[in-house]
């Protein structure tokens, strides 16, 4: 889940109540924080492949690109470090934003957050779309990671406290699936407005963005606050009201006395930040640190950011590089849907590693065919029928990545978490995956430039690492009830000597406490 979320720690318990209007409302505005997510990651490489854009804003780029031959290499056409703080500023301040982002949806509850994340976004569309020169389309980028940093901390926390317990894993990948349908969109969109005359185009693209802010705003202020977050800030009795109307029944006692009783065992947990350091949570630490990385290193954001920028550097037209982004978009979002389907049954190790290899061959055929038109000059055209085999092969990477480490990427950290760790490993998550996506974002378009098609060899060798790591050091975690997780850390080749025997004892604590969460 993009932003992290609760894993159902109530495996196997049935609560009264079911699907209410207010759930699905709930849903809805979850649905549109993932597409608002989507959107901003797809959108700045459509209107940044828009000479009329880029010729307003980036004038030196513009004049690069141009360049008929000579001069520049193909390769170093859109190099500029301005360009690429257009893209990736976004993601530095959704990365400062979130530490703000989590107190205050601890301590003002969810709602509020969703509230500062939609108005922010709303700004941030407005001032993008009305931009006059390059600092206000900068600071418009900023006002969207500040939502971005709101959203995605509350949101799919807010989702799944809302939904019945039966719902939250679906929940858990559905966000992912919005993402995918938001980049989509913001691709489809792209599509649409190129063909625009005038400053109109582009204008539209980064405006658009404003309906479904509109939308997370207005959530944000009537829809109510979850229960356990009114229980956790003392408010019992509006919490309980509250879960008698979501779960459309008013007989909700055991669930409202599990709740009250996980909010006091939460609280009684000592500083989360702390225990994660600790030996026996190693394996835990290393997880989150390296599965949102390796999730970025896997290069995808270079097609996500910059597709149709990269499909003009291949030789293609304005068009054909905005037609073969809503290609890639559509096989990100039907690969997604397969990896919802099949990740319960085949398990999570499965996809990690076949996506990885899919992923991996993929990237050194695309290096092997744009160095073998292109060599380290730039200078050469692909055929038609090689310009297409390497969208078919950019679309296989997608989908390669799509139902493995997209997903798997925010599922597999939300749910290896025991209750103790649990918020500073989703902090740890979120916090690590945007300083990857921002590095990227920033140096994609200088790196293509140095490395040439080398680069796509240098993302290979992290999917190398990553797809290894996998098979050596993560151990399957499908179906396994949160309680029980430890027991799969201890039983491991690798990871079971960080976990003492005398741990186990805290362990067992845990346990209990997760069997009441
Ligand atoms: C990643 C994003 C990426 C998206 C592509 C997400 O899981 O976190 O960085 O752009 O997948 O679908």
Redesign the pocket.
């Known amino acids: 889940m993009?932003g992290g979320g609760f894993v159902d720690s109530s495996a196997g318990r049935q609560y009264n109540g079911g699907v209410t209007l207010f759930v699905i409302l709930t849903c809805m505005v979850g649905a549109t924080g993932g597409l608002i997510f989507?959107y901003d990651?797809g959108i700045s490489g459509g209107v940044t492949s828009m000479d009329i854009f880029l010729k307003r804003f980036f004038p030196s780029v513009y004049r690069k690109a141009s360049t008929k031959a000579g001069l520049e290499s193909p390769y170093c056409k859109f190099d500029s470090h301005l360009l690429q703080f257009f893209t990736s500023s976004l993601y530095l301040a959704a990365l400062v934003a979130s530490f703000f982002a989590a107190i205050i949806t601890k301590k003002f509850g969810r709602k509020m957050s969703m509230f500062i994340g939609g108005l922010t976004f709303l700004i941030g569309s407005i001032l993008n779309g009305f931009a006059q020169n390059v600092i206000m389309l900068i600071i418009g980028r900023v006002f969207l990671g500040i939502g971005v940093g709101f959203c995605n901390q509350s949101v799919p926390v807010y989702l799944s406290e809302m939904a019945p317990a039966n719902l939250r894993g679906a929940l858990n990948m559905g966000f992912?699936m919005a993402?995918?349908i938001g980049?989509l969109a913001a691709n489809l969109i792209n599509y649409g407005t190129a063909k625009m005359n005038g400053h109109l185009g582009w204008r539209l693209s980064l405006g658009l963005a404003a309906i479904p802010a509109t939308m997370v705003t207005i959530g944000g202020l009537i829809l109510p606050d979850s229960p356990n977050s009114l229980i956790d800030r003392g408010q019992r009795d509006e919490a309980k009201r509250i879960l008698q109307k979501i779960r459309g029944t008013e007989d909700v006692g055991e669930e409202f006395q599990d709740l009250v009783e996980a909010s006091e065992t939460s609280k009684s947990v000592d500083n989360p930040w702390k225990n994660i350091m600790e030996r026996k949570n190693r394996p835990q630490l290393i997880m989150a640190i390296l599965i949102p990385s390796f999730?970025?290193l896997t290069g995808?954001?270079v097609i996500?950011f910059y597709a149709p920028v990269l499909f003009k550097t291949l030789g293609f037209g304005n068009e054909a590089s905005l037609m073969s982004a809503v290609i890639t978009g559509g096989v990100?979002v039907v690969a997604?849907i397969v990896s919802i389907l099949t990740v319960d049954k085949a398990g999570r190790r499965v996809l990690f590693l076949e996506g990885g290899i899919q992923m991996l061959i993929c990237q050194v055929l695309i290096a092997y065919f744009i160095g073998k038109t292109y060599g380290t000059t730039g200078e050469g055209a692909f055929s038609t029928g090689a310009a297409n085999f390497v969208l078919f092969l950019i679309c296989a990477y997608v989908a390669g990545?799509?139902w493995s480490w997209?997903?798997l990427?925010?599922l597999v950290p939300s749910e290896i978490f025991p209750l103790e760790t649990r918020p500073a490993g989703q902090a740890m998550t979120v916090m690590f995956?945007m300083i990857f996506?921002f590095v990227i974002g920033q140096c994609f378009l200088s790196m293509l430039c140095v490395m040439k098609f080398g680069l796509f060899i240098f993302f290979s060798g992290f999917v190398i690492i990553m797809t290894l790591f996998v098979y050596f050091f993560l151990p399957e975690t499908k179906g396994v009830p949160i309680e029980e997780m430890y027991a799969i850390w201890k039983a491991h080749w690798f990871w079971g000597k960080f976990i003492p025997d005398e741990a186990l004892g805290s362990y067992a604590t845990n346990i209990q406490i997760s069997e009441k969460a």
């Open positions: 993009a989507g990651i992912q993402t995918t980049i999730q970025q995808i954001n996500m990100n997604t990545f799509a997209g997903p990427g925010w995956n996506t």
